[in-house]
């Protein structure tokens, strides 16, 4: 079982930048593709970023050039840099784990809330 918990989501003006945070416990981090998902009101979840065990990285088109995933394995953490925002962002963004070798494994944390207004 793996726990995630996010933080530094929040209220921040359009231009604004905020960087979430995501623990993982429980497991051997290192062995897990992490991610970021979001989901707006009345829409349907979407990927946002990934990164693998080996900081390979992959982005959604409307992330590329704004936001950066990265992972601290020795503090079994997942973090996005929200660079740029814009009001289309707001949405509550959840962090993900798949286990890279057990098929199927995967975990979901409770989501933190961001706002982009003005």
């Known amino acids: 079982q793996v726990q995630l918990v996010e933080s530094g989501g929040g209220l921040v003006q359009p231009g604004g930048a905020l960087r979430l945070s995501c623990t993982a416990g429980?497991?051997?981090?290192?062995?897990?593709?992490m991610g970021w998902y979001r989901q707006a009101p009345g829409k349907q979840r979407e990927l946002v970023a990934t990164?693998?065990?080996?900081?390979?990285?992959n982005y959604a088109d409307s992330a590329k050039g704004r936001f950066t995933i990265s992972r601290d394995n020795s503090k079994q953490a997942v973090y996005l840099q929200l660079n740029t925002l814009k009001p289309e962002d707001t949405a509550v963004y959840y962090c993900?784990?798949?286990?890279?070798?057990?098929?199927?494994?995967?975990?979901w944390g409770q989501g933190t809330q961001v706002t982009v207004s003005s």
């Open positions: 993900h784990a798949r286990n890279e070798i057990i098929r199927g494994m995967d975990f």
């Open positions: 429980g497991t051997l981090f290192s062995a897990y593709t």
């Open positions: 990164i693998t065990s080996g900081r390979a990285t």
